[in-house]
């Protein structure tokens, strides 16, 4: 593969898996939810714990990590099970706590009141983000991959992630859409439960 054929397929690479990122799921309530409630910044360091979900499951998938679930179905399972589980907890913490009134200091759980960790915890507790970068780079990449495009690709794929939902926080975090959620805020964290337990549910679901 000359470099330009290998700079067309870091290109096709990049566009399939951008569109699939603006595809609103899970991430974008938490960035849209955390940059309305607390502000902009936070609601990009959730973009940031995102985007280095994304390099764990990128490099995951260039490693043959969608290969071993092939071939050992059980962990799969037991990761998808384990992922459905935590949004389900996410969907449970946020419906029950749809009637506070906000408050940006302190948390009963330190840990997933960061920013940072909620959003690395939401990426990398969904393995089926590890099956799209496996399939997407076995449908387009060649048997052999050279060290530098390894690289390229785990940081394109990565930056998608960091600019698309730090722009979702920039837009959700301004002061008319975030003084809109602060007078909604019932029902549109209500709501963002429910979906966020649907999903969780339907995952489960689909647990073998």
Same mark, same amino acid.
């Given at each position: %593969?000359?470099? &330009?054929?290998?700079?067309?397929?870091?290109?096709? $690479?990049?566009? @399939?898996? =951008?569109?699939?990122? &603006?595809?609103?799921?899970?991430?974008?309530?938490?960035?849209?939810?955390?940059? &309305?409630?607390?502000?902009?910044?936070?609601?990009?360091?959730?973009?940031?714990?995102?985007?280095?979900?994304?390099?764990?499951?990128?490099? *995951?998938? #260039?490693?043959?990590?969608?290969?071993?679930?092939?071939?050992?179905?059980?962990?799969?399972?037991? %990761?998808? +099970?384990?992922?459905?589980?935590?949004?389900?907890? $996410?969907?449970?913490?946020?419906?029950?706590?749809?009637?506070?009134?906000?408050?940006?200091?302190?948390?009963?759980?330190? =840990?997933?009141?960061?920013?940072?960790?909620?959003?690395? #915890?939401?990426?990398?507790?969904?393995?089926?983000?590890?099956?799209?970068?496996?399939?997407?780079?076995? *449908?387009?990449?060649? =048997?052999?991959?050279? *060290?530098? %495009? @390894? /690289?390229?690709?785990?940081?394109?794929?990565?930056?998608?992630?960091?600019?698309?939902?730090?722009?979702?926080?920039?837009?959700?975090? /301004?002061?008319?859409?975030?003084?809109?959620?602060?007078? +909604?805020?019932?029902? /549109?964290?209500?709501?963002?439960?429910?979906?966020?337990?649907? #999903?969780? #549910?339907?995952?489960? +679901?689909?647990?073998?």
């Amino acid at each position: %593969m000359s470099v &330009m054929e290998s700079l067309l397929t870091l290109g096709s $690479i990049a566009v @399939v898996q =951008a569109l699939a990122v &603006m595809s609103p799921g899970p991430s974008f309530l938490v960035v849209a939810r955390t940059a &309305m409630a607390r502000s902009r910044s936070e609601g990009v360091k959730v973009a940031v714990g995102l985007a280095l979900g994304t390099v764990v499951w990128s490099s *995951a998938a #260039l490693l043959g990590l969608n290969a071993l679930f092939q071939v050992v179905p059980v962990l799969f399972t037991v %990761m998808k +099970a384990v992922g459905a589980l935590f949004l389900l907890w $996410i969907a449970v913490q946020t419906f029950r706590h749809a009637r506070a009134p906000l408050s940006l200091e302190g948390s009963q759980d330190r =840990a997933l009141a960061n920013p940072f960790v909620r959003g690395f #915890l939401t990426q990398v507790s969904n393995p089926k983000v590890v099956v799209f970068f496996g399939s997407l780079f076995i *449908a387009l990449l060649p =048997a052999q991959v050279p *060290a530098w %495009m @390894v /690289v390229a690709l785990v940081v394109l794929v990565s930056f998608n992630e960091l600019w698309w939902y730090s722009t979702v926080s920039l837009f959700c975090g /301004v002061g008319p859409v975030r003084a809109w959620y602060l007078r +909604a805020k019932t029902t /549109v964290d209500r709501v963002t439960g429910v979906f966020l337990g649907a #999903l969780g #549910l339907k995952l489960l +679901a689909d647990v073998p």
